[in-house]
């Protein structure tokens, strides 16, 4: 039997993967889908493996090249399966195995690759492991955590804080110790600085990538190690940021330097990296948070053919949206983040939507959409981007996230980007379920459902498709080097360069129509992306939400 690209199927591991071209991950537009809210297929309220399948055929119109699915393994869902029980299994409400095999071959076979969401540096406290673990000081597992003495006066062992809020040390009554926990403490660390527990995170991946997954997007994946001295963090510098954080959190306050960002984290990523290269075609994006120099940790990181394929910046996830910015954070990932491939997000689960974040609105998505892809790099979409939804406004009696609950009204949590994905506009709760929603869905929003869009080549989601498909043929769009012009507050304006061929692209991101004039050479413009402007004369005009994709003519 053969998969599409040709390889012959025969059940050794090195053949479940899709295949083919093994840097296919550097020209890839991933999908996030945040299984919860996708689709509902058994009407419990909840998305579910079988909900992402009946919407395979809607991706592979869309055109994206692979999805990156948040976790959906076995769970007390304390934190919605960021709190694995059981790292080998799917968890009930989201189906079987078995659906997660269907998924895999099923989105194989329309070319579209599959990387899950790996949560490595902590596990549920129902892990089995943790529950062996806690029993005694002595029991076989009693070092798989990080468990450590109070100080002399009964207080935490270090000053370190947990992201979800208060001290990163919950005390133990049965073994009468502190155990390390960075977010909440339900979420129990592993201690990886015992090889037992780094060979049996190993298996798992191994299991995984057996099973025949194109991939991981490695959760917090700088936040395996701590500082086996107890060193307490310092006070933040004047000056100086937590990526990621928001001011309302007192993490916020202390430099994240002992507890998070080890030097022995690149060693496991050597060792990850090994187990990787065993397999064809498989690739890893990096979620680095919570850290003062976002392009040091990067370049660290993601050291070509040693550690991480590559890691997203969270400088795209802040409210600022200028032409300045975006032009100073892909230049100092160029400039400063090492020898990795550079991989670029606007929104995820974590953050409010960049249409609502940037007050930009649902029209405007369409352009942020093709910004992002086209800066050089691969880029994440996470789901609803396409539609431009907005982040929806969830009343606190309502909000299920309890990173939200505890910061209210300060922070109000992830809830607002996690709602349901709207399919129906007609239909009850946006045609993602028939049951009570988990989340409410964003009603004020259904005008903008898939099945108002779809037939539209003028829709915010007809827009974004004809530009996803445009793309695949633009090779210096794909592969290409990126130089930045100057052109003002309001446009951005670059050249992608590959093998000769140079392309022009200018994004007007202002509240009116914007002129740019290029004096450089001729230009020939690029039809078929969608997007309207009028080029004369060496002068572009671009409307609201305009941009222009312009061939630089070669001089003889």
């Known amino acids: 039997m053969s998969d599409i690209n040709g390889a012959i199927v025969d059940g050794s591991k090195q053949n479940f993967q899709l295949g083919g071209d ?161 977010f909440l403490t339900s979420q129990p660390d592993l201690n ?97 948070g919570a850290v003062t120099d976002m392009y040091e940790i990067i370049a660290d990181y993601t050291e070509s053919g040693k550690r991480l394929h590559m890691a997203y910046s969270f400088d795209f996830m802040t409210k600022e949206y200028n032409a300045s910015h975006i032009r100073s954070v892909v230049e100092k990932m160029s400039q400063r983040g090492g020898t990795g491939w550079p991989c670029w997000a606007f929104s995820n689960h974590d953050v409010v939507r960049s249409a609502s974040r940037w007050g930009t609105g649902t029209n405007t998505a369409p352009l942020i959409s093709a910004l992002l892809m086209s800066l050089g790099g691969t880029a994440c979409l996470y789901q609803g981007e396409e539609l431009g939804l907005l982040e929806a406004d969830v009343p606190f009696e309502a909000l299920q996230d309890p990173f939200g609950i505890r910061f209210w009204p300060g922070y109000k949590g992830r809830d607002g980007c996690r709602t349901p994905m709207l399919w129906v506009a007609n239909a009850e709760h946006g045609g993602f379920t028939k049951g009570k929603p988990w989340l409410p869905v964003a009603t004020e929003q259904l005008s903008i459902a898939v099945d108002q869009q779809i037939a539209s080549n003028d829709s915010v989601l007809g827009k974004t498709r004809q530009f996803i498909q445009w793309r695949k043929g633009q090779s210096a769009l794909l592969n290409g080097s990126i130089r930045f012009l100057d052109a003002g507050e309001a446009v951005v304006t670059f050249i992608r360069e590959l093998d000769g061929v140079s392309v022009l692209c200018v994004f007007n991101l202002g509240k009116e ?35 222009f994709f312009g061939a630089i003519e070669q001089q003889s």
């Open 192 to 288: 990886f600085h015992n090889p037992e527990v780094r060979a049996a995170l190993i298996d798992v991946a191994r299991f995984w990538l057996d099973r025949g997954v194109d991939g991981f997007r490695l959760d917090t994946a700088n936040m395996y190690f701590h500082d086996d001295q107890l060193r307490d963090n310092p006070p933040l510098a004047e000056g100086m940021r937590v990526n990621g954080i928001d001011e309302t959190n007192p993490y916020s306050m202390q430099e994240p330097k002992y507890n998070i960002s080890r030097p022995e984290n690149l060693a496991f990523l050597e060792d990850f990296r090994g187990l990787l290269d065993e397999y064809p075609a498989v690739t890893t994006v990096g979620e680095l």
């Open 22 to 182: 093994a840097d296919w991950w550097k020209s890839a537009v991933i999908y996030q889908i945040y299984p919860r809210s996708y689709l509902d297929s058994n009407q419990d309220g909840i998305g579910d493996l079988p909900g992402i399948i009946q919407k395979l055929d809607y991706l592979e119109w869309l055109g994206v090249d692979a999805l990156w699915i948040s976790p959906f393994f076995t769970s007390p869902m304390k934190d919605f399966g960021y709190d694995v029980s059981d790292y080998r299994d799917v968890d009930p409400m989201f189906g079987s195995l078995a659906d997660f095999d269907e998924l895999l071959a099923k989105a194989h076979e329309r070319g579209i690759r599959i990387l899950i969401d790996l949560v490595l540096s902590h596990t549920s406290d129902q892990h089995v492991w943790y529950q062996e673990s806690r029993q005694s000081r002595d029991n076989p597992k009693a070092d798989w955590y990080v468990w450590e003495e109070p100080k002399p006066d009964g207080s935490p062992p270090t000053n370190w804080m947990s992201i979800f809020g208060g001290s990163a040390w919950e005390w133990d009554a049965m073994r009468r110790q502190y155990f390390l926990h960075n």
């Open 513 to 547: 129509t914007a002129n740019y004039a290029y004096d450089q050479g001729k230009l020939s413009a690029l039809e078929g992306h969608g997007f309207e402007s009028v080029y004369e004369s060496n002068m572009i005009q671009l409307p609201v939400n305009g941009a």
